[in-house]
C-alpha cells in the first residue's frame, strides 16, 4: 500500500512510519523539510516538499496530520494565523490537489482533537454530541474537519481522528510535564477537577491502522482512552509512576496571566469516551492510566 502523510516528522507520524515501514508498506511525507525525512522516519521513507512531485503515482490512503503545537505558546493574533494556516490552508491545498488527480485515494485521515467539542464540563462527549462551546481551540477543530470532509465528494471515505492527549515516552505533552514532576515539584493544574481524554501512543497508532484497514470506518472517532480522568487524579498517577509527591498546585490566576487565552485549554477538559471505536471492536492495549504510566516512565 502507498500511504502518504502530511505530519509524518511529529511524535504520531514518525510511529506510524515505523508500523508502517515494519509492514512492507510504501511510504511518502510532505514535509516542509524533505531532507530530514529519512532521518526521523526511516531511510525507506520517502520525503516530498511539494505535492506534486508525485506525479501520476498511485495513492492508496492519504494521513493527514500536520499541524502546528497548539499549546507551545501564546494565543497572539500572528500564532493564531499560523495554527490555522498549518491546518486548515494546508487541508484545503490538499483536498484541492486530491481533487485534480484522475487516480484517488481510498481514504483520507484526518487530523483533529477532542478540543473540537470545547470545554465540555461534566458531559460525557461521544461523537454524535455538537461542539458545548465555542472557544478558538474548538473553532480550529471544527473548520480544520470541515476542510478534510470536502474530500468526500471526490468518492473518497473520510475519517475524522478527533485525538485526546498523548502519552509517550519520547515527546507531546508528557515532555513538559516529567521534569519539575521529577523534582517533586509537580501537582494539579487549577482546582484539578478538569477531565483529561488521554491514549497512548501505541494505541494512538493502531487504531489510525484500524480505521485505515475498515473499510466501513467513516466520520469522527474520539481517539482517547476509554477511562479519561480528573487532572487530580492524572497528577497523582505521574507522581506514582515516578515515585514523588504530586502536591502543588498550579494556581488558575497565574496561567491566566503567563498564557491568556491559551490557558483555557489547560483549565477546561473534555469527559470525551471512545464510543465509535469500541463499537467497531478496536481493543485498547492502555485502558487504565496506571499501566499505560508505568510503561512509559517506568525501568526499562
Known sequence: MHILLTGGTGLIGRGLCRHWLAQGHRLTVWSRRPQQVASLCGAAVRGIG???????????????????????????????????????????????????????????????????????????????????????????CVAWEESAQRAGELGIRVVLLRTGLVLARDGGFLKRLLPPFRLGLGGPIGNGRQWMPWIH???????????????????????????????????RELGRALHRPALLPVPALVLKVALGELSGLLLGGQRAVPSRLEAAGFIFHYSDLDRALASIVGPH
Open 201 to 235: 501512543l501505541d494505541d494512538e497508532i493502531a487504531a489510525i491502522d484500524f480505521l485505515l484497514r475498515h473499510e466501513e470506518a467513516e466520520g469522527p472517532y474520539n481517539a482517547c482512552a476509554p477511562q479519561p480522568v480528573r487532572n487530580k487524579a492524572f497528577a
Open 50 to 140: 511539494r505535492l506534486e512531485e508525485l506525479g501520476d503515482e498511485p495513492l492508496d490512503a492519504v494521513v493527514n496530520l500536520a499541524g502546528a503545537p497548539i499549546a507551545d505558546r501564546p494565543w497572539t493574533h500572528k500564532r493564531k494565523s499560523t495554527l490555522w494556516a498549518s491546518r486548515i490552508t494546508l487541508t484545503e491545498q490538499l483536498v484541492a490537489w486530491l481533487g485534480s488527480r484522475g487516480q484517488r485515494p481510498a481514504v483520507l485521515i484526518s487530523g483533529s482533537a477532542v478540543g473540537w467539542y470545547g470545554d465540555g464540563g461534566e458531559r460525557e462527549l461521544k461523537e454524535d454530541m455538537p461542539p458545548v462551546s465555542e472557544d478558538f481551540a474548538s473553532q480550529l
